[in-house]
């Protein structure tokens, strides 16, 4: 689907973070936790590709006044990395941006009752938000949040709210453990008999290290990938990934805007990636 | 009054003039829920080859201003799979639809022009002889005249449909490659593929693409192409399809003043998946609201 979106909140969370909400057709409340949405940043030719932003949350604002109509809305949390996202930051309320979108595949969130382990490292924590708010529906969820400082480390109390646990990590120890959060899950699986299944999303070291994680102790183990992607509907073909089986002779490119960008861990290649 | 949009490449016959670019559009039904294929006037399909190719490593594309590199190096299903699982939507579809596809032959070449010519569904063939990425393929028969005739001729006598030949504009001379092709047997010229270039990560110090070099798309290359479209056209007598940073209907009847029969829509597909069909109805309008009746009369009919 594609649409304009008229921004209705735009603010900085943490330093070099943002949160936006944007208008969304009612069609956008169906999302899956995982889907992300192309941004066009604005319509001149510089930036000229969209942005890909995974969808943080979806919901409908209750009427102002007795009578209005709810209006659906669209969240993404991004960090300002360069010139499209730093554009994005400038722009404000009733701002108008074109939107494609839900696109890609979601989390598959697994049957009921078993323990949900979703582990986010920096911005990476953006498509989680909206599957934690899905898994606490049925299952006991606990987060690892990880980053490089306090300030990488977003929305905490948001999962908080939702009853999720959280266990924080910071390479700096400004927050929760010092060091990598990967550590923290480890110790949580191994304390626990209780392994239920990983979620993850961050950045490429930190997946590959949870797909490690997973692999060795057999916890089913899904992953969210960015890729650097034109179009978000599988023309371009320049966000692929390689799939396990993946060698020069016999090549297995996976589509991230379209395959994934979830995948199971164990489908895809680690080893020298 | 409606103005008249038809066009005619060969002995396709186009409802308006505006197509996509081939590897902008996949093969056309990931596009569909979002523009009305009906209301262009062609799609090109992306490269096919004998056999499957997987295509280069990543990173392969960087955006630069006012456009983008790619270096994808022809990932493709293959002719195969595309007879298995694609024919069948283009079928559906009452747009023609054109196979784009190269060799790394003339008898490789040959031998997908004559399976391409056996699909009902494939309206028309549109032979890349000017791949910028692929090392062994492409490149070197879009750079020599000789070797794109010969090309160009095996293709030729392999098929008796509306046989189109996409150039490349990384040449001395654009026009010695179209006069060799038209010779050849071409009926159309596609013009212009890619630009090859480069990105450098200063930090890394790396190049950015994988593949270190790429082609360039997007508006940055518009004034590039429509000279090119405007040497080509005054030279040859088939139609030219222009493409090269097709953004607007503007950019795209300025196409049709230089010389261009049709355009391809590319890079703006990426950017605005309905950019085909939006640009098809602005040209109508553009000509409606001028009270011209026909766009063919717009064709090379640049003034001074």
């Known amino acids: 689907m594609q649409f304009k979106a008229m921004i209705l909140d735009n603010a900085e969370v943490s330093p070099g973070y943002w949160r936006m909400r944007m208008t969304a057709p009612s069609e956008m409340l169906a999302a899956r936790p995982g889907q992300f949405v192309m941004v066009r940043v604005n319509p001149s030719i510089d930036p000229l590709i969209r942005r890909p932003f995974g969808v943080f949350d979806v919901g409908t604002l209750q009427p102002a006044y007795t009578g209005a109509a709810p209006q659906p809305y669209l969240e993404i949390l991004y960090r300002v990395v360069g010139k499209g996202t730093g554009m994005l930051s400038t722009l404000h309320e009733n701002d108008i941006l074109d939107v494609l979108g839900p696109l890609g595949t979601g989390f598959d969130t697994g049957p009921a009752g078993e323990e949900k382990l979703i582990v986010g490292g920096g911005v990476g924590l953006a498509p989680l938000y909206l599957l934690a708010k899905e898994l606490v529906k049925d299952s006991p969820v606990r987060l690892f949040a990880g980053g490089r400082t306090k300030d990488d480390v977003l929305c905490i109390t948001e999962f908080e709210r939702l009853g999720v646990e959280c266990y924080t990590a910071t390479e700096d120890g400004s927050l929760g453990e010092c060091g990598l959060v990967t550590k923290v899950l480890e110790q949580r699986l191994d304390t626990t008999a209780n392994k239920g299944q990983i979620f993850a999303c961050g950045p490429h070291g930190m997946l590959k290290a949870v797909a490690g994680i997973g692999a060795k102790r057999s916890v089913k183990t899904q992953v969210s990938l960015e890729g650097y992607m034109a179009c978000g509907m599988g023309a371009c073909l320049g966000c692929v990934c390689q799939g396990a089986e993946h060698s020069s002779e016999n090549p297995d490119y996976r589509c991230v805007c379209t395959e994934g960008p979830v995948f199971e861990a164990d489908e895809l290649k680690w080893e020298g990636n | ?304």
């Not at chain 2, 293709?155 to 006069?179: F, G, Q």
């Not at chain 2, 590039?224 to 097709?246: D, F, H, S, T």
């Open chain 2, 1 to 304: 009054m409606k103005p008249v949009m038809s066009v005619e490449i060969g002995s396709l016959k186009l409802r308006n003039p505006v197509m996509t670019a081939s590897g902008t559009f996949g093969y056309g039904e990931e596009f569909s829920q979002y523009v009305d294929l009906e209301k262009i006037g062609a799609f090109v399909t992306k490269g096919l080859s004998l056999k499957p190719r997987a295509g280069n490593p990543t990173p392969r594309i960087v955006e630069t201003p006012g456009g983008m590199l790619n270096a994808i190096g022809l990932q493709n299903v293959g002719i195969d799979a595309f007879i298995q699982k694609k024919v069948p939507f283009l079928r559906s579809v009452n747009t023609p639809a054109i196979a784009n596809f190269f060799g790394y032959t003339p008898d490789e070449y040959a031998e997908l022009a004559s399976r391409l010519d056996a699909i009902p569904e494939v309206a028309a063939l549109e032979v890349n002889i000017s791949c910028p990425n692929v090392k062994q393929g492409g490149i070197v028969f879009g750079t020599d005249p000789g070797c794109a005739a010969s090309v160009v001729a095996a293709c030729r006598a392999a098929t008796k449909k509306t046989l189109i030949v996409k150039l490349s504009p990384n040449v001395t001379d654009i026009v010695e490659m179209a006069l060799a092709c038209e010779g050849a047997g071409a009926d159309a010229l596609s013009v212009i593929n890619t630009l090859t270039g480069m990105a450098i990560d200063l930090e890394r110090r790396r190049p950015v693409l994988a593949n270190v070099t790429g082609g360039l798309s997007g508006p940055a290359i518009k004034p590039i192409a429509l000279r090119m479209v405007w040497q080509v056209a005054r030279a040859v007598k088939l139609p030219v399809i222009g493409i090269g940073g097709i953004m607007s209907a503007t950019d795209a009847l300025e196409f049709i003043l230089a010389g261009a029969t049709a355009v391809q829509v590319g890079t703006a597909s990426f950017v605005n998946p309905a950019a085909a069909q939006e640009i098809a109805e602005g040209m109508e309008q553009w000509l409606a609201e001028r009270g011209i009746a026909d766009v063919r009369s717009l064709i090379g009919a640049l003034e001074g």
